[in-house]
């Protein structure tokens, strides 16, 4: 059954007045819509440039990240044998201390032997 059958000529009319004040109200014109994809057009171009300039930037934080872990390492290995000499100091510093006062136990003792 067609739409005029069921709402009438007069129905048809207000129909078409409501859908036209609707286009009016929301819809845009021509030279509008070209505006607007022109700016449509401008922000891509911007943002494929923001795009580009953000891997680069995440590209530098990766390489930094990575210079200063490597740069961690090494100090962490300079520390280890920094550590590993220090230990082998403080043996030889105890050894020796005790060697000497072994050594002046022992003449003490022979001393007051002779005596």
């Given at each position: 059954?067609?739409?005029?059958?069921?709402?009438?000529?007069?129905?048809?009319?207000?129909?078409e007045?409501?859908?036209?004040?609707?286009?009016?109200?929301?819809g845009?014109?021509?030279?509008?819509?070209?505006?607007?994809?022109t700016?449509?057009?401008?922000?891509?171009?911007?943002?494929?440039?923001?795009?580009?300039?953000?891997?680069?930037?995440?590209?530098e934080?990766?390489e930094f990240?990575?210079?200063?872990?490597?740069?961690?390492?090494?100090?962490?290995?300079?520390?280890?044998?920094?550590?590993?000499?220090?230990g082998?100091?403080?043996?030889?510093?105890v050894?020796?201390?005790?060697?000497?006062?072994?050594?002046?136990?022992v003449?003490?003792?022979?001393?007051?032997?002779?005596?």
């Open positions: 059954m067609p739409l005029i059958e069921v709402i009438g000529p007069d129905g048809l009319k207000e129909l007045e409501l859908v036209e004040k609707k286009i009016h109200a929301t845009v014109t021509k030279e509008d819509w070209r505006q607007i994809l700016r449509l057009d401008i922000l891509e171009h911007d943002m494929e440039e923001v795009k580009t300039d953000y891997r680069e930037f995440r590209r934080m990766n990240r990575k210079e200063v872990n490597e740069r961690f390492d090494r100090m962490n290995e300079r520390f280890d044998r920094m550590y590993g000499r220090m082998s100091w403080m043996k030889w510093t050894g020796t201390i005790a060697f000497f006062g072994t050594l002046i136990t003449l003490v003792g022979i001393g007051q032997l002779a005596r």
